[in-house]
């Protein structure tokens, strides 16, 4: 009768534990069905992703610097050309995901990311990365800056569920351009952004990579000829000479590719000391980690703000 008793205890137990291991298989089936994805289109197509996904791969500074904001947890990042506000990020706690145009597909295969965040650098790659894991478009139209960069933060706000926390810096952001343009709506002096490589400089007008500064945040161009585009129109400093703005905008590509020329030496020559930008103090040399690395984020589109905004104070000033 013992013996009985014993086996028939220990098929219970067996039926227990069977029972408990398919309600358990059971649950984690519904879990991943149940799993939310929202569908994200953007310049490359449209794409399903998670909703708060865990894995997190980023290529574009600008978003990166918008997850930094939100406190989002980041897997894998380029570390090649970080901007300095954003070095934090050089640690063993991150990934490093090979160079923006040369991408390390192993590792980031390795990280099995839930989501990849790409911009223009990366577009001819990702069908690549598609293939890997749901990518996502996410770099800003210069054309149509702020519609671009709002449409991008709404996205963001999607996948993360961050839509509260993106509409309040948005609206501050705002805020912040509404009150610069009230100081640019009546300005009669002029301004030429300049990019400057080496020992080349290129000008940006309107609609161009840099262009929010007359098309956003209303400084009158010294040249509206100028033809948009990513690269800029290369010029000499007789062209700059010719202008004569009265603010002159410098990005320094070199301060953060390791050129070996500096911005300075080949902006203020002998030429361009006649422009009334020189002889007035109205050569900005603007940070290049906001304008040129990154951008299109939260935090370095407030930046480039405060930037500009200084700028105007210091010409009324004068």
Request: hydrophobic share 35%; glycine share 6%.
């Amino acid at each position: 009768m013992k013996k009985l008793l014993w086996l028939l205890s220990i098929m219970a137990l067996f039926t227990l534990l069977a029972a408990c291991g398919a309600d358990s298989e059971g649950t984690n089936a519904e879990d991943a069905e149940d799993k939310e994805t929202v569908n994200i289109e953007h310049e490359l197509g449209e794409t399903e992703v998670p909703v708060n996904p865990e894995n997190v791969v980023v290529f574009d500074y600008g978003i990166l610097d918008t997850l930094d904001h939100l406190d989002v947890n980041v897997a894998g990042v380029s570390k090649t050309s970080l901007p300095d506000y954003l070095s934090h990020y050089d640690s063993e706690e991150y990934e490093n995901i090979g160079s923006l145009k040369e991408p390390d597909f192993e590792k980031i295969a390795e990280i099995n990311p839930d989501v990849i965040i790409i911009s223009a650098r990366q577009a001819s790659l990702y069908d690549q990365l598609s293939e890997i894991a749901p990518t996502v478009h996410l770099g800003v139209d210069t054309t149509r800056y702020m519609d671009s960069f709002k449409e991008n933060m709404s996205k963001v706000g999607e996948i993360f569920g961050k839509k509260e926390e993106i509409d309040d810096t948005m609206t501050e952001i705002e805020d912040s351009i509404a009150s610069l343009n009230e100081k640019t709506s009546d300005m009669e002096k002029e301004g030429l952004i300049i990019l400057a490589n080496d020992d080349k400089i290129s000008a940006y007008g309107p609609n161009s990579r840099f262009g929010l500064i007359h098309d956003v945040f209303g400084v009158p161009a010294s040249d509206e000829g100028i033809e948009a585009s990513t690269h800029g129109m290369n010029v000499s400093p007789e062209y700059v000479m010719e202008q004569d703005p009265d603010l002159l905008y410098v990005v320094d590509r070199t301060a953060v590719v390791g050129g070996e020329t500096s911005a300075k030496q080949i902006v203020e020559n002998e030429l361009t000391k006649n422009t009334k930008a020189y002889q007035n103090d109205q050569i900005y040399y603007l940070d290049p980690d906001y304008w040129y690395l990154s951008g299109g984020g939260l935090i370095s589109v407030s930046e480039m703000i405060k930037e500009i905004e200084a700028s105007i104070e210091q010409s009324e000033a004068e």
